[in-house]
């Protein structure tokens, strides 16, 4: 039952939006954003870097780090000196990392497109990204 509950959460956890953190290289100011539901492998994200307002898509592919959640039962019955035993063992693996893509439009016409890491195990990634004028930011992300 523990882990039944412990998946829920999971499920329940992997729909949430993420927040996602801008910084300039070259000064160091912060710009914030966010993605819409997690869902699945793509969406759509916001964000406002330097006063303008930037929409678009974003994309995960998980490839490897997996890990595996599941429950093992047994069990050992039977008079003195025989016993019988049957047990179960259920689970899923699933991977834990993986990379992503980025793409955002600004309100004035700038492009920005964006390259992560993100870790589902622990909602959090990490990458980087270019405007199309140049500019490098950092970009964090934690769901």
């Known amino acids: ?15 949430c939006a993420a927040n996602l953190q801008f910084t ?4 160091g100011v912060t710009y914030t954003g966010q993605t819409g539901a997690t869902v699945g492998s793509s969406g ?13 898509q974003w994309i995960y ?13 047994s069990s050992a019955v039977g008079p003195a000196g025989y016993s019988s035993s ?13 990379n ?6 600004g309100d004035s016409g700038s ?4 390259v992560f890491n993100f870790n589902s195990f ?11 004028d140049g500019k490098l930011f950092d970009v964090t992300i934690k769901r």
């Not at 039952?1 to 729909?15: A, C, N, T």
């Not at 592919?61 to 039962?73: A, E, L, Q």
């Not at 492009?111 to 964006?114: D, E, N, T, V």
Request: with cysteine; proline share 1%; net charge neutral.
């Open 111 to 114: 492009y920005l497109r964006c």
């Open 61 to 73: 592919t998980p490839s490897g780090g997996g890990y595996t959640i599941g429950s093992m039962n």
């Open 86 to 98: 049957y047990g179960t063992v259920s689970g899923f693996t699933t991977s834990a990392s993986g």
């Open 1 to 15: 039952m523990k882990h039944l509950m412990f998946l829920s959460l999971l499920v329940l956890l992997s729909g």
């Open 122 to 132: 622990s909602n959090t990634g990490i990458g980087e990204c270019q405007r199309n």
């Open 24 to 27: 300039d290289r070259q000064t």
């Open 100 to 105: 992503g893509l980025m793409t955002m439009h």
């Open 44 to 56: 759509e994200l916001h964000a406002n870097i330097a006063g303008e307002h930037y929409a678009g």
